[in-house]
């Protein structure tokens, strides 16, 4: 029995030391010195001419952050990017994994207990709001949005929510079917995920469907939603060999892959062209090959927004009177392979797309021209011509 | 000494080696009551020290039983369908079902607002009893009638929730939303179910029935019937539980239940519940189990450990509370 309470002693202490390690790497603001990609953390820019205060002068603050997760491509870029702001803000940020709508309540609930003074959230639910408001905690929804009238109802009536800023997925649909237009492609196959499963796909699919209707001799050969995406452009292939155009909503954790393996199997590289969402690997191969005319990404950069957002109101000077209506921010569109290495340069490298003190011009503390305004005009201008000339000296 | 003396001698020794050896199975008697609080008060006393008292604040204990509630509510049920050797793979799935049947009638005005709660449990009972039905019916085993259902109820849910989300008034549900409100059900559904599968002879034979099946039918129980009612029983805490999660969330997705059965399994399985059933069945391991799934979640979100590795830290800490049971057990944790 002795030994039986000493191994489990031995292994409950094993424990607590990896657990301490992961709080202690949680917690951990320190700045970092090497210069890598953006999935080991991005570099902070130290501008010596800065017109704004530097973290070191600004009071600290804590913001918890509800994501699907932070292994994936995306998930990982927006903990890099607000790990990033972070240092820049003196903001410590707590991370928590939430799938499902109670994860969400429960996360919530677990941020406000840890005393966070924001929370940024992919979904936005009445009891969140409720229990915000209770606490008088901040939230603000990121990379989505509520379209439920008694929500943004609300939304609109809180003093705490501090609005819902994301990408256009509506306008991104319409993007992808006008590309393949204007390349003459006019026998087309759509693939989604099926109906429900996302309001992002499904909203890129109702720009799809708009999009159609506009052009008159634009065929749709067929359409699959559904998760057996590979297969289905695979009986697409084989069903319509007049196929010369293909939009796929996104296939972010490997979906995009399976398609460029398919498009390779059924010899359809130089037949057909691909537009589709999520900037993954191989997406500059296929650009420069031609097999992919049109790919749009880019989404983390928003969280840096729906942070500046957050961050105005925390500092008593909110700059979102209108939480209930949605900031939309264009995806990044990349049509090249200069496209692409740019992008892997100026978004993916070591320096965010934002830095701290384009960032910083967000806050009307430290901006007093900072403005919903100018949040709008920083969407209106993303493009990968955007970023490349706002950092260029910055890589010289 | 004579021949009697060493008699009377050996008596002694055997009656001091009889004491001895009931003084050890006492003693492993009370060991085995105290080891499965041994892992909750474990992580109890840790949080509490590490987040200086924060996990023990009124507030965060209020959390605890918020988060806790349905697992726990669903995992007194689920005890009456594992304690006779069975699985119920489709409670998640049932819980969106039953969550979308009730949504849908409260938008289309078809049911007052005191019928929804019976209505929510009403689908879960039925479709318990459809299960378990089936299973005695036809012989299916349990868990590929409960996986058949499981695919029905979540094409159910995701057809209804495809065009949008469905999303029921709030307000006019939050009053169900309240911690003394779902204090005091928890307490009931405890009550009830600790005393039904103790003192009746629903439980009873339940027991019976996963320690031998065979033994149970010839002594006279009428398995088939007590197996459906398991079901039933399960299905119903599923019904009460999707109300209070609609209540709580405010809206139905394609998303809603999803992955419920796997934190129903866990928590039967940390709380030292045999899988197999039989006589060892406790309703408290199962609620133990609920309460230290929920603990450990919460701890250690307050705690600020990294969200990367937090599933890591739960595996292995599952695996030493589940290590804890199964030498308590001697290996009946799973037959």
């Not at chain 1, 603001?29 to 890598?36: F, L, P």
């Not at chain 1, 909203?203 to 067929?222: P, Q």
């Not at chain 1, 927004?305 to 909110?318: E, H, K, Q, R, S």
């Not at chain 2, 965060?60 to 995992?75: D, E, G, H, R, Y």
């Amino acid at each position: 029995m002795k030994k039986f309470k000493k191994s489990i002693a031995l292994l409950l202490g094993l424990i607590m030391v990896i657990g301490s390690l992961a709080a202690c790497s949680s917690a951990d603001n320190g700045s970092k010195d090497s210069n890598e990609g953006n999935k080991g953390g991005f570099d902070v820019v130290t501008n010596e001419d800065s017109i704004y205060p530097a973290a070191s002068e600004l009071d600290p603050y804590s913001v918890g952050v509800l994501l699907w997760g932070y292994t994936d491509q995306l998930g990982g870029s927006v903990k890099s990017n607000l790990e990033y702001l972070g240092k820049e803000f003196n903001v410590n940020f707590s991370f928590v994994e939430a799938l499902t709508m109670e994860e969400y309540i429960s996360g919530t609930e677990n941020l406000i207990q840890r005393g966070v003074d924001g929370i940024l959230s992919l979904l936005i639910l009445p009891s969140m709001i409720e229990k915000a408001e209770e606490a008088g905690v901040y939230l603000q929804c990121i990379l989505n949005e509520s379209t439920d009238p008694d929500t943004l109802k609300l939304i609109a009536e809180s003093e705490y929510v501090t609005g819902m800023v994301t990408e256009n997925d509506y306008e991104c649909g319409v993007a992808m079917v006008d590309d393949l237009y204007d390349r003459g492609m006019r026998n087309i196959v759509w693939i989604a995920p099926e109906a429900g499963m996302a309001a992002n796909h499904d909203n890129r699919v109702r720009g799809i469907e708009d999009a159609i209707e506009k052009h008159d001799d634009l065929n749709v050969l067929a359409n699959y939603r559904g998760t057996e995406q590979a297969e289905a452009l695979q009986s697409f292939a084989a069903t319509y060999p007049e196929m010369d155009g293909i939009i796929v909503t996104g296939g972010a954790g490997g979906g995009t892959e399976s398609i460029y393996q398919v498009m390779q199997s059924e010899g359809l590289n130089g037949q057909a062209v691909l537009a589709t969402i999520d900037i993954g690997e191989g997406t500059g191969e296929k650009l420069e090959s031609g097999e992919l005319g049109w790919i749009a990404g880019g989404q983390f950069p928003t969280t840096g927004i729906a942070f500046a957002v957050l961050y105005n109101a925390m500092v008593g000077t909110p700059i979102n009177d209108t939480p209930e209506k949605t900031i939309y921010r264009p995806f990044m569109v990349l049509q090249s392979k200069d496209n692409y290495d740019n992008y892997m340069k100026f978004v993916e490298g070591s320096i965010p797309p934002y830095t701290g003190d384009e960032i910083k011009a967000l806050i009307k503390k430290f901006n007093p021209e900072a403005s919903l305004e100018l949040v709008n005009e920083y969407g209106d201008n993303y493009s990968i011509d955007d970023v490349v000339s706002r950092h260029k000296d910055l890589f010289d | 000494m004579d021949g009697n003396g060493v008699l009377a001698k050996e008596r002694e020794e055997e009656v001091m080696i009889q004491e001895q050896l009931i003084a050890k199975t006492r003693k492993k008697e009370k060991l085995s009551m105290i080891i499965p609080f041994f892992g909750i008060i474990f992580i109890t006393v840790f949080f509490a020290i590490v987040t200086k008292g924060n996990t023990l604040s009124p507030s965060n204990l209020n959390n605890i039983m918020n988060q806790s509630f349905s697992i726990i509510i669903v995992a007194v049920g689920a005890v009456f369908v594992y304690s006779h050797g069975g699985m119920d793979m489709s409670v998640g799935a049932v819980q969106g079902l039953s969550s979308v049947v009730v949504a849908s009638l409260i938008l289309q005005g078809a049911i007052p607002g005191w019928m929804v709660l019976p209505v929510s449990i009403l689908v879960g009972t039925v479709t318990g009893f459809t299960t378990g039905a089936i299973h005695v019916t036809i012989g299916v085993p349990a868990f590929v009638v409960s996986l058949c259902m499981r695919y029905i109820a979540t094409g159910i849910t995701r057809t209804a929730t495809s065009a949008k989300d469905l999303y029921i008034p709030y307000n006019d549900f939050s009053f169900w939303n309240k911690g003394m409100i779902k204090l005091v059900v928890l307490l009931l559904v405890i009550g009830i179910g600790y005393i039904a599968f103790k003192y009746t002879r629903v439980g009873k034979y339940l027991k019976a029935i996963g320690g031998n099946k065979i033994t149970a039918g010839q002594s006279g129980i009428n398995v088939k019937k007590y197996t459906v009612l398991a079901y039933m029983i399960l299905g119903s805490t599923v019904g009460l539980v999707s109300f209070f999660s609609l209540t709580r969330t405010g809206v139905v997705s394609s998303s809603t239940g999803q992955g419920f059965e796997l934190d129903i399994l866990t928590a039967i399985v940390l709380g030292g519940f045999p899988l197999s059933g039989g006589a060892k069945s406790k309703i408290s391991s199962a609620i133990l189990g609920a309460i230290t799934v929920a603990i450990l979640t919460n701890g250690l979100i307050l705690w600020g450990a990294d969200p990367n590795i937090i599933n890591g830290i739960k595996g292995v800490l599952f695996l030493i509370i589940v290590y804890l049971s199964y030498e308590r057990r001697k290996g009946e944790v799973v037959s």
